[in-house]
């Protein structure tokens, strides 16, 4: 478990300006600051397993891709099999890994360590959901390349991965948090932070065309799907901006709606 010390929010707390003259309470602190806060204190706690998780995350995804690579030749097929692994490590780091953090701070008391800090829930999911997802950008990059490389399909609009993956860190951040402190043990927590980057892994490497109109219904309620449709569009030619823009923009939405509810979960389990 890693939680955040005192000390640390002392710098947001004294940028919140005076005290509201209450007696005996500190001063709220203000959301950005004690975002930056919580943001330091999480990345660098989570420093010592990165390479760890990057190796896992990312030997995952192109080990997927290299299997693939025998039962597709290219095409939109290709294009959705590399958007898609690509997609997956940040739900491997933003999803499951976040959902087992918040289902073992909750279990292990550490809901109670941050109770008593004067910092805004928000700013505690924002600030652990952004941590683990800053781990997910050199696997996703590295993920990327070796995919275009493998199918033959060109790194031109490989920048817009600058937007997906904050975009889908995001919706798959908010919904790991979300699953984490709503579950009444860790165990379970873990469970479904499991089924989570299964679904992704499913519903987001595997071509949709061949899927199952049920299937092909999961897959648009799944908030990484809109990430994998805007990254594999630009693989195209000559690729539509306009769709682009529309499946960033979906995900942006869904990622605002699931961090919403990973706070008001975090307020329910913090009352309990």
């Not at 010390?5 to 003259?21: I, M, W």
């Not at 709606?257 to 706070?263: I, K, W």
């Amino acid at each position: 478990m890693s939680v955040v010390p005192v000390e640390v929010v002392a710098g947001a707390v004294a940028a919140t300006g005076p005290d509201t003259g209450e007696a005996g309470l500190a001063p709220r602190a203000r959301f950005f600051p004690s975002l930056a806060a919580v943001y330091r204190a999480q990345l660098s706690r989570a420093r010592v397993a990165r390479i760890p998780l990057l190796f896992v995350a990312t030997f995952q995804s192109v080990g997927i891709m290299i299997l693939m690579r025998g039962v597709v030749d290219g095409g939109s097929e290709a294009r959705a099999v590399v958007a898609g692994s690509s997609v997956l490590v940040v739900a491997f780091v933003a999803l499951n890994l976040l959902a087992q953090y918040f289902g073992q701070l909750r279990a292990s008391g550490g809901l109670d360590h941050y109770a008593t800090l004067p910092v805004p829930p928000s700013s505690v999911v924002l600030g652990a959901a952004g941590a683990y997802a800053s781990f997910t950008v050199p696997g996703t990059l590295v993920t990327a390349v070796v995919g275009s490389v493998l199918f033959g399909l060109p790194l031109t609009h490989l920048w817009v991965l600058l937007a997906v993956i904050p975009l889908a860190g995001a919706a798959l951040a908010g919904l790991g948090a979300a699953l984490g402190l709503l579950a009444p043990r860790p165990e379970l927590a873990t469970l479904l932070g499991q089924l989570g980057m299964s679904a992704a892994l499913l519903l987001g490497v595997l071509p949709a065309d061949g899927m199952h109109p049920l299937l092909q219904y999961a897959r648009d309620l799944l908030p990484s799907t809109y990430g994998v449709e805007a990254f594999a569009r630009t693989f195209d030619s000559s690729p539509d901006w306009a769709a682009v823009l529309l499946d960033l923009g979906v995900c942006a939405g869904v990622g605002v709606v699931s961090l919403a509810a990973a706070t008001w979960a975090y307020r329910k389990a913090a009352v309990r």
